[in-house]
């Protein structure tokens, strides 16, 4: 079953990126501690995003006309590895390049390419995605937050919540209710971009558990939209969310969300000399996984460079990936304190910590566990 | 040559000489003669035997599918083991013997637990500082005592005559390891779809128990590992016919690592049937966990890594890219 995963490998063309998307990102993290560089997905640069978008590194799938590189999706797995494993701060450009984008250019109006792809390529425009709401989290069928049809566009009401780098972005693309009711479910959502400095707007911080702010309550209180905001057609706004969450998917970020903390212990197992054979074991458990998982995602690119959308797979790779993601600061935590004649740094501690306490969030985000294991429980024809 | 080429004569072919009546049989006792000569006949055994010596030439990457249909079959000879004793014969010009090889890593009056070593004729012995093909007789077999098993606890109280082709440089076993694997990958997907076709049609509360969400969640883990066996497997046989020690350790390592699980989720749906002699589950559970314990469980492989990659100073994304993608 899912034999179509199969092993790949990276063209060359594309791994020859790789030296100078790494020299960039060696100089952006230089100075950062190691806890910083651990926060990578919540790193927020747009100082950086800009260089990246300046150096061609954004944009990597879409068209050159739209100031794209028109490279396909290895392109983008080399230059996200590299960003992750290093631990570079991609907040800023992460979620307009990884999904804005692409969505945009699969449903937009020629217009709106031309208006927000090139600026998106060159780290200008800086998106964050509206779905949750208080009272719809997985169920993102029962959005409430209405944008009613005007004469002339959009009048915008209610609310978002974990709109993440909301407070630093240009614009939301929001899934909205645009007509029937809740209970209608699929039927009547609608994806329309908002520019977030429109009157009627107001984002409030959450702070997290470590402290960090990165998502926010976004309000809307009569937000007057153009008629051109509405993304494809009205009423398909769920069919275009569900091919964006197959894309989120995908990707090489479903393995490397503690992969700094990792190396950041085998630096400090190097610097102790301590090689017995629990740690060793240890070390070589969590490679094998890693380049295991690491082959899974390259797989599961190679269906997406042929055009496919292995919606089925990228659950898989993710959930096995996320499981990962999350034993590491858990068994590292053990192994540190387990050790307690042999006490870790304060920079390795306070990384160790920083991943314990957000790592739930990998498993949450883009797709909780159980629902994602319902896709593959439908994809082994069990439902 | 395309894999599908390769691989759907060998599928049909497993499938007529190794039904499990027919797997029952040899592990029951009955002469596996026929059936080895069948494999003899296909010219399969010498997949990897270079061109040159009257090989098909081909490289282990092609032939890892054929390893893991061994193992969706659970076909009850040492195929695996021998295809790479003839690569390992014919590189060093030895004459190989017609019938089955098996591997094992023996010092002379030691024990060691060899799979297939109940119906090999021959068997590679890994000595430590070199290698011999001694023939079965030439040491003491024992039936290990597990029901059904093929294993055999081996022992030879000094070096065994016979020719000694050289080692590959850490010697049998991540051969022997990555061969396993595939035939682990193999049965776990045999396992995955037996279960999941089970979960499909067991009504109990008056639905299939596959609707509920809760054998749902259990048998998406399933999959997610029987897909990383998989993988893993492919990944220890990507590079030449020897592997490297960081490719073989990957594929052990992990198809170790997810044995236990998939076997146990499999029994878990099946209830108490899963577990009986005359249900096929068995056939393939028991092989899971019996080729989880040959050539280095887990944690060997594990240790073999870690220290491996202790000895670096590169990320561990680098580390993985260079040594077990390489």
Same mark, same amino acid.
């Given at each position: 079953?899912?034999?179509?995963?199969?092993?790949?490998?990276?063209?060359?063309?594309?791994?020859?990126?790789?030296?100078?998307?790494?020299?960039?990102?060696?100089?952006?993290?230089?100075?950062?501690?190691?806890?910083?560089?651990?926060?990578?997905?919540?790193?927020?640069?747009?100082?950086?995003?800009?260089?990246?978008?300046?150096?061609?590194?954004?944009?990597?799938?879409?068209?050159?006309?739209?100031?794209?590189?028109?490279?396909?999706?290895?392109?983008?797995?080399?230059?996200?590895?590299?960003?992750?494993?290093?631990?570079?701060?991609?907040?800023?450009?992460?979620?307009?390049?990884?999904?804005?984008?692409?969505?945009?250019?699969?449903?937009?109006?020629?217009?709106?390419?031309?208006?927000?792809?090139?600026?998106?390529?060159?780290?200008?425009?800086?998106?964050?995605?509206?779905?949750?709401?208080?009272?719809?989290?997985?169920?993102?069928?029962?959005?409430?937050?209405?944008?009613?049809?005007?004469?002339?566009?959009?009048?915008?009401?209610?609310?978002?919540?974990?709109?993440?780098?909301?407070?630093?972005?240009?614009?939301?693309?929001?899934?909205?209710?645009?007509?029937?009711?809740?209970?209608?479910?699929?039927?009547?959502?609608?994806?329309?971009?908002?520019?977030?400095?429109?009157?009627?707007?107001?984002?409030?911080?959450?702070?997290?558990?470590?402290?960090?702010?990165?998502?926010?309550?976004?309000?809307?209180?009569?937000?007057?939209?153009?008629?051109?905001?509405?993304?494809?057609?009205?009423?398909?706004?769920?069919?275009?969310?569900?091919?964006?969450?197959?894309?989120?998917?995908?990707?090489?970020?479903?393995?490397?969300?503690? /992969?700094?903390?990792?190396? &950041?212990?085998?630096?400090? %197992? =190097?610097?102790?000399?301590? #090689?017995?054979? @629990?740690? +060793? $074991?240890? /070390?070589?458990?969590?490679? &094998?996984?890693?380049?295991? %998982? =690491?082959?899974?995602?390259? #797989?599961?690119? @190679?269906? +997406? $460079?042929?055009?496919?959308?292995?919606?089925?797979?990228?659950?898989?790779?993710?959930?096995?990936?996320?499981?990962?993601?999350?034993? +590491?600061?858990?068994?590292?935590?053990?192994?540190?304190?387990?050790?307690?004649?042999?006490?870790?740094?304060?920079?390795?501690?306070?990384? +160790?910590?920083?991943?314990?306490?957000?790592?739930?969030?990998?498993?949450?985000?883009?797709?909780?566990?159980?629902?994602?294991?319902?896709?593959?429980?439908?994809?082994?024809?069990?439902? | 040559?395309?894999?599908?080429?390769?691989?759907?004569?060998?599928?049909?072919?497993?499938?007529?000489?190794?039904?499990?009546?027919?797997?029952?049989?040899?592990?029951?006792?009955?002469?596996?003669?026929?059936?080895?000569?069948?494999?003899?006949?296909?010219?399969?055994?010498?997949?990897?035997?270079?061109?040159?010596?009257?090989?098909?030439?081909?490289?282990?990457?092609?032939?890892?599918?054929?390893?893991?249909?061994?193992?969706?079959?659970?076909?009850?000879?040492?195929?695996?083991?021998?295809?790479?004793?003839?690569?390992?014969?014919?590189?060093?010009?030895?004459?190989?013997?017609?019938?089955?090889?098996?591997?094992?890593?023996?010092?002379?009056?030691?024990?060691?637990?060899?799979?297939?070593?109940?119906?090999?004729?021959?068997?590679?012995?890994?000595?430590?500082?070199?290698?011999?093909?001694?023939?079965?007789?030439?040491?003491?077999?024992?039936?290990?005592?597990?029901?059904?098993?093929?294993?055999?606890?081996?022992?030879?109280?000094?070096?065994?005559?016979?020719?000694?082709?050289?080692?590959?440089?850490?010697?049998?076993?991540?051969?022997?390891?990555?061969?396993?694997?595939?035939?682990?990958?193999?049965?776990?997907?045999?396992?995955?779809?037996?279960?999941?076709?089970?979960?499909?049609?067991?009504?109990?509360?008056?639905?299939?128990?596959?609707?509920?969400?809760?054998?749902?969640?259990?048998?998406?883990?399933?999959?997610?590992?029987?897909?990383?066996?998989?993988?893993?497997?492919?990944?220890?046989?990507?590079?030449?016919?020897?592997?490297?020690?960081?490719?073989?350790?990957?594929?052990?390592?992990?198809?170790?690592?997810?044995?236990?699980?998939?076997?146990?989720?499999?029994?878990?749906?099946?209830?108490?049937?899963?577990?009986?002699?005359?249900?096929?589950?068995?056939?393939?559970?028991?092989?899971?966990?019996?080729?989880?314990?040959?050539?280095?469980?887990?944690?060997?492989?594990?240790?073999?890594?870690?220290?491996?990659?202790?000895?670096?100073?590169?990320?561990?994304?680098?580390?993985?890219?260079?040594?077990?993608?390489?």
């Amino acid at each position: 079953m899912f034999d179509t995963l199969a092993l790949a490998s990276l063209p060359p063309e594309d791994e020859a990126l790789r030296p100078a998307i790494r020299e960039l990102v060696a100089r952006a993290v230089a100075d950062m501690p190691v806890d910083r560089r651990a926060r990578s997905w919540q790193g927020f640069d747009a100082a950086f995003s800009r260089r990246l978008g300046q150096a061609g590194f954004l944009g990597l799938n879409l068209p050159k006309r739209y100031g794209g590189q028109e490279r396909g999706p290895f392109a983008r797995f080399v230059v996200v590895e590299e960003l992750l494993s290093a631990g570079a701060p991609v907040a800023g450009h992460w979620i307009a390049d990884r999904q804005s984008a692409p969505l945009i250019c699969n449903y937009g109006t020629e217009a709106q390419r031309a208006f927000y792809i090139p600026r998106i390529c060159k780290g200008e425009a800086l998106f964050c995605i509206g779905m949750s709401e208080p009272g719809s989290g997985s169920d993102l069928a029962s959005v409430r937050t209405r944008a009613e049809k005007t004469a002339t566009g959009w009048l915008l009401n209610g609310q978002k919540i974990w709109t993440t780098n909301s407070l630093h972005s240009d614009y939301m693309i929001a899934l909205l209710r645009t007509s029937g009711k809740p209970e209608d479910r699929h039927a009547g959502l609608s994806q329309l971009i908002v520019d977030l400095r429109l009157p009627g707007v107001t984002i409030r911080p959450i702070v997290d558990l470590t402290g960090d702010a990165h998502f926010a309550e976004v309000f809307f209180e009569n937000v007057e939209l153009a008629d051109d905001a509405l993304i494809g057609r009205e009423g398909e706004g769920w069919k275009q969310v569900t091919a964006e969450l197959a894309f989120e998917r995908s990707g090489p970020e479903r393995i490397y969300s503690s /992969v700094v903390l990792l190396d &950041a212990w085998v630096r400090h %197992l =190097r610097e102790t000399g301590r #090689a017995d054979d @629990a740690t +060793l $074991a240890m /070390v070589g458990g969590f490679t &094998a996984r890693l380049a295991t %998982l =690491r082959a899974m995602s390259i #797989a599961c690119t @190679a269906r +997406l $460079a042929l055009g496919e959308s292995p919606v089925v797979e990228a659950s898989l790779v993710k959930d096995l990936g996320t499981h990962f993601e999350q034993e +590491l600061p858990v068994a590292i935590g053990d192994d540190l304190a387990g050790h307690p004649d042999e006490p870790a740094s304060t920079e390795l501690y306070r990384t +160790l910590l920083y991943v314990t306490q957000v790592a739930p969030s990998f498993s949450l985000r883009g797709g909780t566990r159980e629902i994602l294991r319902g896709i593959i429980a439908r994809g082994l024809g069990l439902r | 040559m395309d894999s599908n080429e390769l691989l759907e004569p060998f599928e049909r072919m497993l499938e007529t000489i190794s039904s499990p009546a027919q797997v029952r049989a040899v592990e029951q006792g009955a002469s596996a003669a026929s059936l080895w000569d069948e494999l003899v006949q296909s010219g399969f055994l010498d997949a990897l035997v270079p061109e040159s010596a009257g090989g098909a030439g081909l490289a282990l990457a092609d032939v890892e599918p054929l390893w893991r249909a061994l193992g969706r079959h659970a076909v009850p000879v040492p195929v695996a083991e021998t295809m790479a004793a003839r690569f390992l014969l014919a590189e060093a010009g030895v004459d190989a013997p017609q019938g089955p090889i098996a591997f094992a890593a023996a010092r002379p009056g030691q024990d060691a637990i060899v799979p297939f070593g109940l119906v090999a004729e021959h068997v590679l012995v890994d000595l430590g500082d070199g290698m011999v093909l001694a023939s079965v007789a030439s040491g003491q077999a024992e039936p290990t005592g597990v029901a059904g098993s093929l294993a055999a606890r081996m022992r030879w109280d000094r070096v065994p005559d016979g020719p000694g082709p050289p080692a590959p440089e850490h010697g049998l076993r991540p051969m022997a390891a990555v061969l396993r694997a595939a035939a682990m990958a193999g049965a776990a997907a045999r396992l995955l779809d037996m279960t999941t076709a089970y979960a499909n049609e067991r009504v109990q509360f008056g639905k299939p128990i596959g609707r509920q969400q809760a054998l749902q969640q259990n048998l998406a883990v399933m999959a997610e590992d029987t897909v990383a066996c998989r993988l893993a497997a492919q990944l220890g046989c990507a590079g030449g016919v020897v592997p490297t020690l960081a490719a073989a350790a990957t594929a052990k390592s992990v198809t170790s690592a997810s044995a236990a699980r998939i076997a146990a989720t499999a029994h878990a749906v099946h209830g108490a049937i899963g577990v009986s002699e005359e249900y096929d589950l068995q056939l393939y559970t028991r092989r899971l966990h019996e080729w989880r314990l040959a050539d280095g469980s887990e944690s060997y492989w594990n240790r073999l890594l870690g220290r491996a990659r202790l000895a670096s100073g590169d990320s561990s994304v680098d580390w993985v890219r260079a040594q077990v993608f390489a």
